[in-house]
């Protein structure tokens, strides 16, 4: 009979959730213009009720029911996060790097020599690669704190002025500052690895700060400041500025899902960049309870998106009911593997985005049908109160 309690109470959170995010969904395919859009998503950051009702729905979901699991999203952003940083993942990554520049400047240097045979003159070489002021190009593998350099003008997600950047080197000391966005309750705050920054637009308690990531203005780092283990220590109750570069790790954990546009995942992505220092984390998670193939191309379409802003993608795993991305952030002047092909915003789609209304109210009301379907849906349930398609049809 608890059993049965539990899994009823855990849909009817559920649902409270599913409803809100078909609510927003179908106002914003009613948009005309970007007018209209602004204002929905104001209207929704005032509805403090709805969004309240939601927290606690989430709130109760993450700790009453989640916690459960063997593995849960938070365990896994963890476990990444840790290896990344400290079991040797971001080490490997910055070898390979190094590697990378090698051969970049033996290819230099093959074309300059080329050049002066065919020219036929006595002009002399030394290979060595182009570095100006503006572009930094050098192995960090070896640094042990946070390196300071010019950094390249950011046209491509919206920033064209030269800043101070911080790109982190091996090995990573002290605690790791972390941004949970979308994070309801901080769940990161109990690691003492981390010094935890939750965000979020309807805070579920206090460890939480009130803040609208879409809207966040971004302001000039200080590094002196960043060198200091209590940098954050006094910000206020609602955050709307943050440094750039002064995070190692940005966590979307069941947030982009949420929102009902790729332009708003795509200036979410965005400023998860600029936040971030070189060398740092993007952790994704969103859900999904089909098997890996029935979205492999979103997935793929999103590493594209993401890849083009300034990541090069690290880590991916499909769990049950869960895609689990991790991102590291280009470090200045970092030469790509290849080039990555070109990306608008439209590429940060889910299939949310091409339902019609009628299909979004079935998905809110649809608590009754055959035994088979109620049992798809309550293991879905177990995991993830929200998912991409009702049927488990792969």
């Known amino acids: 009979m608890a059993a049965v309690e539990g899994r009823e109470e855990h849909i009817r959170l559920a649902g409270i959730m599913k409803g809100l995010h078909a609510d927003l969904r179908k106002k914003f395919k009613k948009c005309k213009d970007a007018k209209d859009f602004e204002q929905i998503w104001k209207e929704h950051c005032g509805d403090t009720e709805t969004l309240r009702q939601y927290a606690d729905a989430m ?7 989640w916690t459960k699991l063997p593995e849960t999203r ?7 996060i840790l290896e990344y940083f400290h079991g040797g993942g971001l080490k490997k990554a910055l070898d390979k790097v190094s590697r990378r520049i090698q051969v970049h400047k033996a290819k230099k240097l093959e074309r300059e020599r080329s050049d002066q045979l065919r020219n036929e003159t006595d002009e002399q070489t030394d290979g060595s690669l182009d570095c100006s002021s503006d572009q930094v190009c050098y192995d960090v593998t070896a640094n042990n704190r946070l390196r ?33 966005v979308g994070s309801c309750y901080n769940p990161f705050a109990a690691y003492e690895e981390f010094m935890s920054i939750g965000l979020d637009i309807s805070p579920a308690n206090s460890t939480v700060h009130q803040c609208d990531f879409l809207h966040l203005e971004l302001t000039d780092p200080d590094p002196i400041a960043l060198s200091k283990e209590d940098s954050f220590d006094n910000l206020p109750d609602k955050i709307s500025q943050l440094p750039r570069q002064s995070f190692h790790v940005v966590v979307f954990s069941l ?13 979410c992505c965005c400023n998860a960049y600029h936040l971030l220092a070189g060398n740092g984390l993007l952790v994704i998670v969103t859900p999904d309870s089909h098997k890996q193939h029935r979205n492999a191309a979103m997935i793929k379409s999103w590493r594209q998106a993401i890849e083009s802003i300034g990541f090069v993608r690290w880590r991916y795993v499909k769990l049950d009911h869960i895609h689990c991305l991790a991102f590291r952030k280009l470090h200045t002047g970092e030469v790509r593997d290849k080039e990555v092909g ?50 488990n049809s792969n």
């Not at 709130?59 to 029911?65: E, F, G, Q, R, V």
Request: charged share 30%; with cysteine; glycine share 4%.
């Open 59 to 65: 709130h109760h979901l993450a700790t009453d029911h």
């Open 74 to 80: 938070i365990d896994w952003c963890r476990k990444t």
């Open 148 to 180: 300071v350099s010019k950094e390249v003008s950011e046209t491509h997600t919206g920033l064209s002025t030269t800043k101070i950047t911080t790109d982190i080197g091996v090995p990573v000391r002290g605690k790791l500052r972390l941004l949970d």
């Open 255 to 267: 947030l982009l899902e949420y929102l009902p546009s790729a332009d708003q995942r795509w200036t």
């Open 342 to 391: 070109p990306a608008s915003s439209d590429m940060l789609y889910i299939p949310q985005d091409f339902h019609d209304d009628d299909h979004e109210d079935a998905e809110v009301v649809r608590h009754s049908g055959t035994e088979s379907d109620n049992e798809n849906n309550s293991r879905t349930f177990e995991e993830l109160p929200i998912f991409w398609d009702s049927d």
